[in-house]
């Protein structure tokens, strides 16, 4: 039987894994709304981290579903260059849920919480079939960096890595938890993956910077989104409507090789692009700058890439070949 | 079989109904964030709405489900006493969902979002076993109404009428829709409740107006809350830690003494007046302030009742009984 007795008590649980105060949280969890003190634009997203949909329990341990469900909602605020100043849980118990779920959503949760600095200002909390969770973070940037405003001959950067969280996906499914034992680098690319909010601030200040020093409005047309569907998908929504992509796919992660030669396939390296191209959920940031602020974001962030160039026409081109892909939750 | 064909095809229906723009909006829908225009305290709120938990779809319509999921969120704005600048939902759809649910859900919440002025700006779509939703909303009050600093002898006061939200619950679990034919009062009032935005605004207001001409930086210690969980539960919520409050309950609506009388209660007054202390979801304003502001308070809005005083001790009497209650989503 479960040990949750009442919604106070399970939100007391929660509450003391959360410090309940920030730098700009006037009003902390409790009232009806909480209160932030904001000046200027301020960043918000919203997304759903729900299981047997975006994880399964089987293989994710609560303190990795608390992880992940920050990670995918603060990696929007790294896509906009913003500094995370608050989130909010709408969190939904399954009939089996007992404290030590709590727990360890909690913990998981806190731990990156603590390391972005950002407090949980609050939520909502009910029960469900499943265990669903709906976060909301808000930020603000020095530069808010969107998307869509490339220009061609502009410059196509990726930082991080692309593919390795669709291996550790492919190998969890087929093998549980026991896959960590020998994948352990797919597999925490998949279950944890860090939201790359420094690199995205970064950025951020950079686009201000130059801004600034050059009286340039468009701030080196640098633009910057998170990489949640895979490049295949998001590269089009990168570079904007009626605007095209030739890029180069980099040499992919030692462990997408190991991955694809363990599965005999017959040209590996041709196979970890491919998978590298079409994977999600690495949450590594792609953007597109001016050719003249292409040097100082190479030099911004360490795992930097260049990737190649927008076109015009709308077309994308991977190592020379249109393509096209993705994936889509309601699809067949 | 149903005819939603992919998540683009979903989410540009769901556009079509939510103008993408507002005064406060610098960046709407579309990007990894949306962008809000802000400038001081931010008041910021999530509740879930979620099927069999907050709502049955055999009684409640597709429209009806998208206004009150809005509706509870942004009465969480006005307990505040703040304009509502914007929200995001989170929408999971279960598995036999078409796209004349997810035009209902949208038609109901668009006609409340545009009588509040209040844009969607961002959100999230994914499948579930069952229907969610998962509202944030965020605004801003000239004076952010809160709970909880009253002291003893402020006069407690309410927006409204309790008890007709529960009356219609029950009558619609028992009967279903039929219900809304002899009961259509008290069924409205569950399935489609209307936050007080104008009540709470016009407080807020007044708080500011009298703080700055009085000199008085309590600004008459205005204190706002919605009533989501009933009287009984909320009533100490809104004094606080330690303090009391000595109440008698107003008539009840006639709706709610019909109700009474159709089940034979030996005393239909007293029953209905313990119905409307313990019903919840009514989403009046209950409030306190000093003796001083009480008169501005009444004549600020219609539908305003002053229900009692607020004291020393923690203990919450009505009509002379010393009396607790509520209700719990997780209690047995």
Not at 27 to 42: I, K, M, T, Y
Not at 237 to 244: C, D, E, H, I, T
């Amino acid at each position: 039987m479960s040990d949750l007795v009442s919604e106070d008590h399970i939100l007391a649980r929660i509450a003391s894994h959360f410090p309940n105060e920030g730098p700009d949280v006037l009003l902390g969890r409790g009232d009806d709304c909480a209160v932030l003190g904001v000046s200027g634009p301020l960043c918000v997203s919203t997304d759903l981290f729900m299981e047997d949909v975006h994880f399964r329990r089987s293989y994710f341990t609560p303190e990795d579903i608390g992880w992940k469900a920050l990670a995918v909602n603060l990696s929007d605020l790294a896509a906009d260059g913003a500094r995370p100043m608050g989130f909010t849980v709408g969190l939904s118990l399954p009939p089996d849920a007992d404290m030590a779920l709590v727990d360890g959503l909690c913990a998981g949760m806190a731990e990156l919480a603590a390391q972005a600095s950002v407090p949980l200002v609050g939520g909502d909390l009910s029960r469900a079939d499943k265990l669903h969770l709906c976060l909301t973070v808000f930020g603000q940037a020095e530069k808010t960096l969107l998307r869509g405003e490339a220009q061609p001959g502009d410059v196509i950067f990726l930082i991080g890595r692309t593919g390795l969280a669709r291996a550790g996906l492919l190998l969890l499914e087929e093998r549980g938890r026991a896959a960590l034992n020998e994948w352990p680098i797919p597999c925490e690319a998949h279950l944890r993956p860090a939201p790359r909010l420094k690199e995205g601030m970064r950025l951020s200040r950079l686009a201000a910077d130059w801004g600034r020093e050059k009286g340039d409005p468009t701030c080196g047309r640098l633009g910057l989104m998170d990489l949640s569907d895979g490049l295949a998908r998001d590269l089009p929504r990168l570079v904007g409507p009626g605007m095209g992509a030739d890029i180069d796919m980099p040499m992919p992660h030692t462990e997408i090789l190991r991955f694809m030669r363990s599965r005999n396939e017959a040209e590996p390296v041709a196979a970890a692009k491919r998978h590298a191209f079409l994977g999600g959920e690495d949450y590594a940031l792609i953007g597109t700058c001016s050719p003249e602020l292409a040097v100082h974001v190479m030099v911004a962030n360490a795992e930097t890439t260049m990737l190649g160039k927008v076109t015009e026409g709308g077309v994308i081109r991977v190592d020379g070949v249109p393509i096209s892909g993705g994936f889509d939750h309601f699809a067949g």
